[in-house]
């Protein structure tokens, strides 16, 4: 489900690569941006929350500053310090580690609510942010 924001964060910085690398006048790609505003970067953080399981992309996320795809991913990065879709996966987890305190509901459930593809999909994501497995984390 997290394709789409992770294949388009993709796209946007290999066309950032060849820009670089291969225009004829090299255009600079130093933008000079504290981030986004504190309003806007609030409103995309509470869109994300509320929409973890949903298959967001670069564009849903953008089209509520008003910005370009590439200038708010740079924008976000510089404000968060990662990757909207980084964030994005740091935020699924946070929210699989609550429902994993209830033992009532499924792994493979908790992973669907919090927007993965599956409970390996899960279990992969939740190993690299947190170290331990989903069920190990339960555990505890």
Do not use: W
């Not at 388009?8 to 790609?29: C, D, H, I």
């Amino acid at each position: 489900m997290s394709g789409k924001l992770y294949g388009e964060s993709l796209g946007t910085a290999l066309a950032a690569r060849l820009l670089q690398n291969y225009a004829v006048s090299k255009p600079s790609l130093e933008f000079k941006t504290d981030g986004l505003p504190q309003s806007q970067l609030a409103r995309v953080m509470d869109y994300i929350k509320t929409n973890l399981a949903q298959d967001l992309s670069i564009l849903d996320l953008a089209s509520l500053t008003s910005i370009s795809e590439s200038h708010f991913s740079r924008s976000f990065k510089q404000s968060v310090g990662i990757a909207p879709y980084q964030y994005l996966m740091q935020q699924r987890v946070e929210r699989a580690k609550q429902l994993l305190k209830q033992p009532a509901i499924s792994i493979s459930d908790i992973a669907l609510n919090c927007g993965f593809a599956n409970q390996t999909h899960l279990t992969k994501v939740f190993r690299q942010i947190t170290g331990v497995t989903p069920k190990a984390y339960q555990k505890r």
